[in-house]
């Protein structure tokens, strides 16, 4: 997932290649990563879950307070701009980041209403994960770092920062891991740095539910219902650091991963939680199925295309 090289960015409406894209150092988005962001990515020229995504962008800028100046239809329509600009081939698969920050003014933590909100959109060409990473699996380990707890940080706003998720993930890396799996305060498998993390337990796939701290997914709520359509068996269940190594499958759900199997996870007594490389029997159909349901998806909102 590196090399924005052939991003195209629009900042407040200027659109210029990644290297030239500048935000003012007083926007507070920059000062304490007072911003809320979405990443979707199309297939076939298609925005995946765009509704979702703009739903969640309005709850997530509703649970910090911030008033944004740019109206939905005006970002969308923002977005097919900087997509055209792009010069990007028709059909080709992108990865879109779009984010409002709460403007620039004063250093000084309570912010200013009568500031206009700012916008950046990124596109580019879809960064691939390695295919060993679906073939084979990542790697997570669980690193000392816990999520902040719920009633400190709503795991809802997806906004710019970041710092605990950063402080999981290298902890994790420092452990020789791909990722982390974040517990919360009181011990409860949370999620993953950037994605939500899935176990089959007693034949059930389970994923944790709000009290651990995580971020309601998309590709997590859209995951559940294409199982419970197809006859699986899965739910949010609160999971206790002991029952990873109860798990028969473990996988990870985002955006720009779908369903990514889980091969292995370093617990903190050093032992290993070990799945089936690949993903097992279920892992599988929620990856076969997922796709299904994206590719009929695609054909219904044919609306949606953007590029
Ligand atoms: C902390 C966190 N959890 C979970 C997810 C997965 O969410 P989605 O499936 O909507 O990409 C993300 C993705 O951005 C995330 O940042």
Known sequence: MHGFENAIINVD???????????????????????????????????????????????????IHLRMTQSAPLLLDEIRRTIREGGFAAGE?????????RGAGAIDLNPDPSVASRYVIIARPLPRWPAEDYSVGVTLAVPEVRRNPVTSLDPNIKGGNYLNNILGVLQAKELGADDCVMLSQDGLVAEASNSNVWFDLDGTLVTPGPKAGNLLGLTKGALHDVLHENGVAS???????????????????????????????????????????????????????????????VESHRRHKVV
């Open 13 to 63: 409406g200027l659109v210029t290649p990644a290297m030239d894209a500048r935000v003012p150092v007083l926007d507070r988005g920059f000062l304490y990563g007072d911003s809320v962001y979405e990443v979707f990515r199309t297939y076939d020229g298609v925005a995946f879950l765009l509704d979702e995504h703009f739903a969640r962008l309005a709850k997530s800028a509703e649970l």
């Open 93 to 101: 698969d992108l990865y879109v980041r779009f984010a409002v920050t």
């Open 235 to 297: 739910a949010d269940a609160d999971i206790p650091l002991s029952r990873i190594a109860d798990a028969a499958e473990c996988f990870l759900t985002s955006a720009t991963r779908e369903v990514m199997p889980v091969k292995s996870v370093l617990m903190p007594d050093g032992k290993t939680a070990d799945f089936p490389a690949g993903g097992g029997g279920k892992t599988r159909f929620a990856m076969q199925a997922f796709k299904k349901f994206i590719a009929s998806y």
